[in-house]
């Protein structure tokens, strides 16, 4: 396939919905109730099965998560939610873009 055909394709492609760039998202999430050095990894097990995270850290010292994820495939809420599941309810601490 010609370069001069393949350019207008691509932008045609990527103006589509379901190929619109995702916006990566983090948010530090504040998790008072980790009382042992082993939450951490239930917490973090928790963050990563919800669709939309690439990446989680937690620390217990600071009692806080932070995650990274996909805008348009999850939220704070759903985040908020999985660790309430996983019995360690969270509040939003902080977010960026």
């Not at 996909?70 to 985040?79: A, F, R, Y």
């Amino acid at each position: 396939m010609s370069k001069l055909l393949l350019t207008p394709l691509l932008a045609a492609l990527l103006s589509l919905p379901q190929f619109a760039l995702a916006k990566s998202q983090t948010v530090s999430l504040n998790v008072p109730t980790m009382d042992c050095a082993t939450c951490p990894i239930t917490i973090k097990a928790a963050l990563l099965k919800v669709p939309g995270v690439t990446r989680a850290t937690v620390s217990y010292e600071r009692r806080e998560a932070v995650v990274v994820f996909d805008d348009s495939k999850t939220g704070v809420d759903e985040l908020k939610k999985a660790t309430a599941d996983a019995g360690y309810p969270s509040m939003l601490k902080s977010a960026s873009k």
